[in-house]
């Protein structure tokens, strides 16, 4: 998915430096207008300290005034605000959910007009399906019109050929008339991670466990290019100084999973 770039809106974002000199310039501009000497604006001078204290409160006010406008636009929002977006779009923010993964929920599920057969539709179908874990939807693998699921259960396990029967069928009302559907066990793709962190005194190797491992998992979900970088920045939750001997699947390399496959999690972590 494609990302949006912050705007960039330089007249927000005075310094107090700059919103003096810009009410100096006016006070010079407007003494030459008159004919009159202009007043003395150095710092130690009555109109600095009267109207220096004034262009810092601007500036604060101008930095809130972005703040408050970029959180009308869901790329941007964050906290609160994201979860307002969250509301209006009729998608909760899971248990423990960061802003990131929530905000890339919310776009998903807001560039997607559900119930013209689209992949994600059946996606979304299959987990309303009790007992499915994971799905990923394939277009096209066996013929023009064919549309193929890969589920997994609870466990992050492929499907039982009996379960994959069952969801199919439960699956049936919402097909497409054209769509051939088909329902399969899901390849299991291994991201195996291994790392050694550098913990502050106190910290033990389970407590930020939890934390890198949903971090991991979330970016994970629905990700074909699995970014070695990105993968490292998660390493760095509270407690963890520093890390290295860092491998990917034994590599230093981007991962690419196979379309049909969905990826599960194998952490080791050594200190």
């Known amino acids: 998915m494609g ?3 912050k705007p960039v809106m330089p007249i927000l974002r005075e310094t107090a430096d700059q919103i003096y000199q810009r009410i100096v310039n006016k006070m010079y501009l407007l003494a030459q207008q008159r004919g009159i000497t202009p007043p003395a604006t150095e710092e130690g001078e009555i109109y600095y300290d009267l109207l220096y204290p004034v262009s810092q409160e601007i500036s604060e006010q ?22 307002a977006h969250g509301y209006l779009l009729g998608l909760d923010r899971k ?6 993964p929530y905000r890339i929920r919310m776009l998903e599920r807001a560039r997607t007009e559900e119930g013209n057969g689209r992949l994600l539709d059946y996606e979304i179908w299959a987990h309303t399906v009790p007992g499915v874990g994971s799905a990923v939807a394939v277009e096209k693998e066996r013929n023009s019109f064919s549309v193929d699921v890969y589920i997994t259960d609870m ?8 379960f994959c029967v069952y969801v ?13 559907l088909q329902v399969h066990p899901a390849p299991v793709f291994t991201v195996q ?7 502050t005194s ?30 490292g920045a998660f390493f760095f939750v509270p407690g963890v100084i520093d890390f290295s001997n860092y491998t990917l699947n034994g590599g230093i390399v981007n991962l690419v999973k196979p379309m049909n496959a969905v990826s599960i999690l194998k952490l080791v972590i050594t200190t």
């Not at 466990?155 to 009996?162: F, H, W």
């Open 193 to 199: 991670v291994n790392v050694k962190l550098s913990l």
């Open 202 to 231: 106190g910290v033990t190797v389970d407590s930020v466990t939890k934390e890198i491992t949903k971090k991991i998992t979330e970016y994970l979900k629905g990700r074909s290019q699995i970014v070695y970088q990105q993968v």
């Open 3 to 5: 990302t949006v770039d």
């Open 62 to 83: 101008q930095q809130l005034l972005e703040y408050s406008f970029l959180q009308a636009f869901l790329p941007w929002a964050d906290g609160e605000y994201l979860d």
């Open 168 to 180: 199919r069928n439960q699956l049936e009302e919402w097909r497409v008339a054209l769509h051939d």
């Open 95 to 100: 248990p423990g959910e960061d802003d990131e």
């Open 155 to 162: 466990n992050g396990d492929p499907a039982s050929t009996e």
